[in-house]
């Protein structure tokens, strides 16, 4: 029996580097459940995992080890089914842009609510402030604000130009790190840059609908030249929060949930409740509407189980 780490998913296929170095593709046996999680994909890039090679030399993954954290969305529209992005990350970079195409806030913000859930450290990368005129990096400008002020590391970049790219750079040395966000808002193409001679696979945006064309099509981790792993992965449109419970919610919003500490009820859900601090906050610009709204977005999410494009 032979251990390593899954550094490549295909969805039907994946990649297995051992520990003493091989790399071997191997597929799943049959189609099991992992600590009670219902995945369209029981194992992802970043599982430790176990293999064995049959006499024909077909390889298995026989068993996945507990995760030390993992990063989760709803698979599609109403389904109850989950999908694994990635596992065992030490950061995730969150890619995003104020236009071509535009990311929602509300999806940045069930992206970090759910790696909150892990503790997982985001710096949410603004690319593409090159192509930017003058009210989109106003945008820009106001996102990253927003962001720093509740601590998230937040900074403009762009894959063309290279700004920003030091400091993205020294922010991955020696981590395991997600690159995620939607189709076309340059996740390859950055990648490319930080791993000079990569040459992955990027696409121009659909010229009629301004968005990315889906080019990558699997997860994969790559070595960074200064120590550390990247882990590339498909555009995501929308994502649906899954395995929330509407109570806690609060808990992965962090300025939310400081500020609930002053509630009246201390089972306050921030809706309607008499002597909410949080509701105060808002009303008084202390925390943001559109923060607010995607708490809601998520309660919703997990009280009726529908998906939404956020
Ligand atoms: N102007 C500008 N264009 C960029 C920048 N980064 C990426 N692009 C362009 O945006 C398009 C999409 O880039 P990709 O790297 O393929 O995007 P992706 O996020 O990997 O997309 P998927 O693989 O579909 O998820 C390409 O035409 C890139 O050249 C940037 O910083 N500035
Ligand atoms: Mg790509
Ligand atoms: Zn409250």
């Avoid at 966000?181 to 659909?206: C, E, H, M, Y």
Wanted: hydrophobic residues 35%; glycine residues 8%.
């Amino acid at each position: 029996m032979t251990q390593g780490i899954v550094i490549k998913s295909t969805g039907s296929w994946y990649t297995v580097k051992t520990d003493d170095g091989a790399e071997i593709d191997c597929k799943v046996k049959g189609r099991f459940r992992l600590q009670g999680i219902r995945s369209t994909n029981p194992v992802s890039v970043g599982d430790r995992v176990h293999i064995t090679v049959a006499d024909d030399g077909a390889a298995f993954i026989t068993r996945v080890d507990d995760r030390r954290n993992y990063i989760i969305r709803r698979a599609s529209n109403l389904s109850k089914e989950s999908h694994i992005i990635a596992a065992n990350i030490d950061a995730a970079v969150l890619v995003v842009t104020v236009e071509h195409p535009r990311t929602n806030l509300v999806f940045i913000d069930r992206f970090l609510a759910t790696a909150e859930a892990y503790n997982i450290p985001v710096y949410i990368a603004i690319n593409k402030c090159d192509i930017y005129n003058e009210d989109e990096m106003e945008l820009a400008l106001g996102i990253q604000h927003l962001y720093r002020t509740i601590g998230y590391e937040t900074h403009l970049i762009s894959a063309h130009n290279g700004e920003g790219l030091d400091n993205l750079s020294q922010y991955i040395t020696g981590k395991l790190t997600l690159f995620s966000g939607n189709s076309g808002v340059g996740k390859s193409s950055l990648i490319n840059r930080l791993i000079p001679g990569l040459d992955l696979k990027t696409a121009a945006l659909s010229a009629q609908h301004d968005t990315g064309m889906h080019t990558t099509t699997y997860s994969q981790m790559f070595p960074l030249p200064q120590g550390g792993y990247i882990i590339d992965t498909p555009g995501i449109k929308g994502f649906g929060t899954i395995d929330f419970d509407p109570a806690t919610v609060a808990h992965y919003f962090p300025e939310i949930f400081s500020i609930s500490h002053n509630c009246r009820f201390n089972n306050c859900t921030h809706r309607n409740e008499l002597g909410c601090a949080v509701l105060q906050a808002i009303e008084e610009h202390r925390i943001s509407q559109s923060r607010y709204a995607s708490y809601l977005s998520i309660i919703d999410d997990s009280t009726d189980g529908k998906y939404r494009v956020g």
